[in-house]
Protein backbone atom coordinates (compact mmCIF):
# COMPACT_ATOMS: atom_id res chain seq x y z
CA UNK A 1 0.00 0.00 0.00
CA UNK A 2 1.39 3.23 -1.01
CA UNK A 3 2.27 6.06 1.93
CA UNK A 4 -0.85 8.61 0.46
CA UNK A 5 -3.57 5.36 0.36
CA UNK A 6 -2.28 4.38 3.84
CA UNK A 7 -2.49 8.00 5.70
CA UNK A 8 -6.05 8.20 4.00
CA UNK A 9 -6.91 5.38 5.50
CA UNK A 10 -4.94 5.46 8.80
CA UNK A 11 -4.46 8.95 9.61
CA UNK A 12 -2.98 8.53 12.65
CA UNK A 13 0.37 6.98 11.66
CA UNK A 14 3.45 8.98 11.94
CA UNK A 15 3.44 9.35 8.37
CA UNK A 16 0.57 12.13 8.30
CA UNK A 17 2.66 14.70 10.27
CA UNK A 18 3.71 15.58 6.50
CA UNK A 19 0.43 16.31 5.12
CA UNK A 20 -0.58 18.26 8.01
CA UNK A 21 -0.03 21.68 6.51
CA UNK A 22 -2.84 24.01 6.73
CA UNK A 23 -4.23 25.03 10.61
CA UNK A 24 -7.21 27.63 9.53
CA UNK A 25 -10.52 26.35 10.75
CA UNK A 26 -13.54 28.03 8.68
CA UNK A 27 -16.91 27.84 10.28
CA UNK A 28 -18.30 24.89 7.18
CA UNK A 29 -15.02 22.89 8.62
CA UNK A 30 -16.71 23.54 11.97
CA UNK A 31 -19.99 22.62 11.02
CA UNK A 32 -18.74 19.24 9.37
CA UNK A 33 -16.72 18.31 12.40
CA UNK A 34 -19.39 18.72 14.56
CA UNK A 35 -21.82 15.42 12.47
CA UNK A 36 -18.94 13.58 12.26
CA UNK A 37 -18.06 13.87 16.02
CA UNK A 38 -21.85 13.52 16.58
CA UNK A 39 -21.95 9.97 14.10
CA UNK A 40 -19.16 8.84 16.05
CA UNK A 41 -20.51 9.11 19.52
CA UNK A 42 -23.58 7.32 18.14
CA UNK A 43 -22.34 4.12 16.99
CA UNK A 44 -18.93 3.47 15.28
CA UNK A 45 -19.38 4.83 11.63
CA UNK A 46 -19.10 3.44 8.62
CA UNK A 47 -15.98 2.92 6.26
CA UNK A 48 -16.12 6.29 5.01
CA UNK A 49 -12.22 7.90 3.29
CA UNK A 50 -11.31 11.73 2.82
CA UNK A 51 -10.76 12.69 -1.37
CA UNK A 52 -7.10 13.12 -0.06
CA UNK A 53 -4.32 12.78 2.79
CA UNK A 54 -4.54 16.07 3.70
CA UNK A 55 -8.13 16.37 4.22
CA UNK A 56 -7.97 13.11 5.93
CA UNK A 57 -5.48 13.97 8.52
CA UNK A 58 -6.84 17.73 8.92
CA UNK A 59 -10.32 15.86 9.82
CA UNK A 60 -8.97 13.42 12.22
CA UNK A 61 -7.34 16.34 14.55
CA UNK A 62 -9.91 18.70 14.24
CA UNK A 63 -12.68 16.11 15.39
CA UNK A 64 -10.05 14.72 17.95
CA UNK A 65 -9.63 18.63 19.21
CA UNK A 66 -13.94 19.22 19.26
CA UNK A 67 -14.45 15.89 21.14
CA UNK A 68 -11.60 17.01 23.85
CA UNK A 69 -13.02 20.45 24.11
CA UNK A 70 -16.38 19.07 24.91
CA UNK A 71 -14.40 18.25 28.44
CA UNK A 72 -16.62 15.23 28.92
CA UNK A 73 -15.29 11.97 30.41
CA UNK A 74 -18.66 10.16 29.07
CA UNK A 75 -18.18 11.48 25.35
CA UNK A 76 -14.29 11.14 24.71
CA UNK A 77 -14.60 7.77 25.91
CA UNK A 78 -17.29 6.68 23.48
CA UNK A 79 -15.92 8.34 20.85
CA UNK A 80 -12.99 7.00 21.33
CA UNK A 81 -13.86 3.31 21.23
CA UNK A 82 -16.47 3.82 18.51
CA UNK A 83 -13.24 5.34 16.46
CA UNK A 84 -10.88 2.70 17.32
CA UNK A 85 -13.64 0.28 16.57
CA UNK A 86 -14.26 1.66 13.44
CA UNK A 87 -10.57 1.59 12.50
CA UNK A 88 -9.83 -2.07 13.72
CA UNK A 89 -12.97 -3.35 11.36
CA UNK A 90 -10.71 -2.06 8.59
CA UNK A 91 -7.44 -3.01 9.71
CA UNK A 92 -9.01 -6.38 9.70
CA UNK A 93 -9.92 -6.44 6.55
CA UNK A 94 -6.31 -5.79 5.18
CA UNK A 95 -3.47 -7.73 4.07
CA UNK A 96 -0.64 -8.92 6.80
CA UNK A 97 1.84 -6.41 5.91
CA UNK A 98 -0.58 -3.25 6.20
CA UNK A 99 -1.68 -5.08 9.67
CA UNK A 100 2.17 -5.45 10.78
CA UNK A 101 3.08 -1.68 9.55
CA UNK A 102 -0.41 0.17 11.11
CA UNK A 103 0.04 -2.05 14.82
CA UNK A 104 3.87 -1.04 14.73
CA UNK A 105 2.53 2.85 15.34
CA UNK A 106 1.78 0.99 18.82
CA UNK A 107 3.76 -1.94 19.07
CA UNK A 108 7.11 -1.09 17.48
CA UNK A 109 8.39 -4.68 18.62
CA UNK A 110 6.14 -6.53 16.96
CA UNK A 111 7.71 -8.70 14.89
CA UNK A 112 6.53 -12.43 13.45
CA UNK A 113 3.40 -12.80 15.05
CA UNK A 114 4.94 -11.23 18.60
CA UNK A 115 5.56 -8.58 20.72
CA UNK A 116 7.51 -7.31 23.53
CA UNK A 117 6.08 -7.84 27.20
CA UNK A 118 6.24 -4.17 28.20
CA UNK A 119 5.16 -2.95 24.39
CA UNK A 120 2.03 -5.20 25.21
CA UNK A 121 1.11 -3.91 28.78
CA UNK A 122 1.96 -0.39 27.51
CA UNK A 123 -0.98 -0.83 25.13
CA UNK A 124 -3.46 -3.14 26.37
CA UNK A 125 -4.65 -5.26 29.31
CA UNK A 126 -5.47 -8.91 30.27
CA UNK A 127 -1.84 -9.87 29.77
CA UNK A 128 -3.11 -13.05 32.02
CA UNK A 129 -4.96 -14.36 28.88
CA UNK A 130 -2.25 -14.50 26.50
CA UNK A 131 0.42 -16.45 25.44
CA UNK A 132 3.37 -15.22 27.06
CA UNK A 133 7.31 -17.36 26.42
CA UNK A 134 10.29 -15.87 26.99
CA UNK A 135 9.61 -12.17 27.47
CA UNK A 136 7.20 -12.19 24.42
CA UNK A 137 3.53 -11.90 23.81
CA UNK A 138 2.14 -14.27 21.11
CA UNK A 139 -0.49 -13.18 18.84
CA UNK A 140 -2.79 -14.55 16.32
CA UNK A 141 -4.13 -11.94 13.65
CA UNK A 142 -7.70 -11.49 15.81
CA UNK A 143 -6.09 -10.69 18.72
CA UNK A 144 -3.54 -8.45 17.04
CA UNK A 145 -6.25 -6.79 15.82
CA UNK A 146 -8.05 -6.54 19.45
CA UNK A 147 -4.92 -4.98 20.93
CA UNK A 148 -4.61 -2.40 18.58
CA UNK A 149 -8.12 -1.20 19.14
CA UNK A 150 -7.71 -0.86 22.42
CA UNK A 151 -4.34 1.21 22.13
CA UNK A 152 -5.88 3.21 19.32
CA UNK A 153 -8.82 3.86 21.55
CA UNK A 154 -6.59 4.75 24.70
CA UNK A 155 -4.71 7.37 22.20
CA UNK A 156 -7.54 9.01 20.75
CA UNK A 157 -8.90 9.44 24.64
CA UNK A 158 -5.57 11.01 26.03
CA UNK A 159 -5.34 14.43 24.08
CA UNK A 160 -1.97 15.74 24.97
CA UNK A 161 -2.90 19.33 25.31
CA UNK A 162 -4.03 22.16 27.35
CA UNK A 163 -7.76 23.21 27.02
CA UNK A 164 -6.37 26.86 27.47
CA UNK A 165 -5.00 26.76 24.10
CA UNK A 166 -7.72 25.87 22.26
CA UNK A 167 -9.40 28.04 19.74
CA UNK A 168 -12.50 30.24 20.50
CA UNK A 169 -13.90 28.72 17.47
CA UNK A 170 -13.46 25.40 18.32
CA UNK A 171 -14.79 26.31 22.25
CA UNK A 172 -17.61 27.46 20.80
CA UNK A 173 -18.64 24.63 18.31
CA UNK A 174 -18.47 22.22 21.32
CA UNK A 175 -20.30 24.19 23.42
CA UNK A 176 -23.61 24.13 20.47
CA UNK A 177 -22.42 19.98 20.45
CA UNK A 178 -22.56 19.63 23.78
CA UNK A 179 -26.19 19.10 24.51
CA UNK A 180 -26.36 16.19 22.13
CA UNK A 181 -22.87 14.67 22.98
CA UNK A 182 -24.14 14.30 26.30
CA UNK A 183 -27.88 12.81 25.31
CA UNK A 184 -26.07 9.95 23.26
CA UNK A 185 -22.90 9.53 25.64
CA UNK A 186 -24.12 9.78 29.53
CA UNK A 187 -25.54 6.40 30.95
CA UNK A 188 -29.03 6.01 30.00
CA UNK A 189 -30.40 5.24 33.35
CA UNK A 190 -28.77 8.55 34.89
CA UNK A 191 -29.39 6.33 38.07
CA UNK A 192 -32.74 7.76 38.51
CA UNK A 193 -34.49 6.31 41.64
CA UNK A 194 -31.05 5.46 43.65
CA UNK A 195 -28.89 6.84 46.17
CA UNK A 196 -26.96 8.26 43.09
CA UNK A 197 -29.86 10.71 42.57
CA UNK A 198 -30.52 11.84 46.19
CA UNK A 199 -30.27 16.05 46.08
CA UNK A 200 -27.42 15.64 48.56
CA UNK A 201 -25.02 13.38 46.34
CA UNK A 202 -26.06 15.56 43.07
CA UNK A 203 -25.15 18.36 44.86
CA UNK A 204 -21.49 16.60 46.01
CA UNK A 205 -20.98 15.86 42.12
CA UNK A 206 -20.95 19.28 40.97
CA UNK A 207 -17.46 19.44 42.70
CA UNK A 208 -16.93 20.91 46.54
CA UNK A 209 -14.14 23.03 48.27
CA UNK A 210 -11.04 22.20 49.16
CA UNK A 211 -10.94 20.23 52.61
CA UNK A 212 -14.15 18.67 51.58
CA UNK A 213 -13.18 16.70 48.33
CA UNK A 214 -11.46 13.28 50.08
CA UNK A 215 -15.05 13.04 51.71
CA UNK A 216 -17.69 13.78 48.92
CA UNK A 217 -15.17 11.33 46.65
CA UNK A 218 -16.01 8.25 49.04
CA UNK A 219 -19.67 9.74 49.77
CA UNK A 220 -20.14 9.70 45.56
CA UNK A 221 -18.28 6.26 45.50
CA UNK A 222 -20.67 4.81 48.12
CA UNK A 223 -23.66 5.98 46.74
CA UNK A 224 -22.66 4.57 43.15
CA UNK A 225 -21.24 0.99 45.14
CA UNK A 226 -24.75 0.53 46.82
CA UNK A 227 -26.17 1.06 43.67
CA UNK A 228 -24.68 -1.49 41.41
CA UNK A 229 -23.24 0.39 38.83
CA UNK A 230 -19.93 -0.78 37.55
CA UNK A 231 -16.56 0.16 38.80
CA UNK A 232 -15.37 1.00 35.75
CA UNK A 233 -18.49 3.41 35.10
CA UNK A 234 -17.70 4.76 38.81
CA UNK A 235 -14.31 5.68 38.16
CA UNK A 236 -15.46 7.58 35.04
CA UNK A 237 -17.79 9.16 37.21
CA UNK A 238 -15.33 10.25 40.04
CA UNK A 239 -12.88 11.75 37.26
CA UNK A 240 -15.61 13.77 36.44
CA UNK A 241 -16.42 15.07 40.03
CA UNK A 242 -12.49 15.78 40.62
CA UNK A 243 -12.63 17.74 37.20
CA UNK A 244 -15.28 19.94 38.84
CA UNK A 245 -14.05 20.37 42.61
CA UNK A 246 -12.05 23.79 43.39
CA UNK A 247 -8.94 23.19 43.22
CA UNK A 248 -7.91 25.09 45.81
CA UNK A 249 -3.82 25.75 47.05
CA UNK A 250 -3.92 21.70 45.84
CA UNK A 251 -5.32 20.10 43.09
CA UNK A 252 -7.46 16.96 43.94
CA UNK A 253 -6.69 14.76 41.08
CA UNK A 254 -8.40 11.47 39.35
CA UNK A 255 -6.24 9.51 40.67
CA UNK A 256 -7.51 10.54 44.33
CA UNK A 257 -10.75 10.24 43.34
CA UNK A 258 -10.11 6.87 41.59
CA UNK A 259 -8.43 5.32 45.03
CA UNK A 260 -11.72 6.27 46.89
CA UNK A 261 -13.26 4.12 44.03
CA UNK A 262 -11.01 1.24 44.14
CA UNK A 263 -11.31 1.54 48.77
CA UNK A 264 -15.06 1.70 48.61
CA UNK A 265 -15.66 -1.46 45.69
CA UNK A 266 -13.08 -3.18 47.87
CA UNK A 267 -15.31 -2.85 50.91
CA UNK A 268 -19.22 -3.08 49.13
CA UNK A 269 -20.64 -3.69 52.67
CA UNK A 270 -20.00 0.16 53.84
CA UNK A 271 -23.39 2.34 54.17
CA UNK A 272 -24.04 5.74 52.99
CA UNK A 273 -24.05 7.41 56.68
CA UNK A 274 -26.02 10.89 56.76
CA UNK A 275 -25.20 11.79 59.85
CA UNK A 276 -21.29 11.44 58.61
CA UNK A 277 -22.04 14.02 55.28
CA UNK A 278 -23.70 16.30 57.52
CA UNK A 279 -20.64 16.32 59.96
CA UNK A 280 -18.33 16.86 56.92
CA UNK A 281 -20.69 19.81 55.34
CA UNK A 282 -21.22 18.42 52.72
CA UNK A 283 -25.27 18.94 53.00
CA UNK A 284 -27.61 21.88 53.25
CA UNK A 285 -31.00 22.16 52.85
CA UNK A 286 -31.63 19.05 50.62
CA UNK A 287 -32.28 16.93 54.02
CA UNK A 288 -35.07 18.22 55.31
CA UNK A 289 -37.39 17.34 52.32
CA UNK A 290 -35.36 13.88 51.70
CA UNK A 291 -37.05 10.61 51.74
CA UNK A 292 -34.66 8.60 53.01
CA UNK A 293 -34.58 10.80 56.34
CA UNK A 294 -38.17 10.33 56.31
CA UNK A 295 -37.67 6.85 56.61
CA UNK A 296 -35.60 7.01 59.79
Known sequence: MQEQELVTRYPFVSESKRYLSDSTVSENDLDDAKIRVFVALKAPPATRFAPTPGVAVRNYALDRLLVFALDDVFASRRYANNEAAHY?????????????????EFLPSLDKGSVSVLDYVKNASRLAE?????????LDKGTLVSVFREALARRIAAFPASRKGIPKAVVDAAADLKPEAEEVSRPASQFKGSLYSLPCIRRIRKGVLEGKRYYGAMALAIALCRDGVPREQAVAELEDYARLCAHGNNEFTAKEAKNAVDWVYRHPSIGLSCQAMRDQGLTGDECDGCARRRKR
Open 130 to 138: QNVEGGRVF
Open 88 to 104: SRLLAQEDEAVIVRVCR
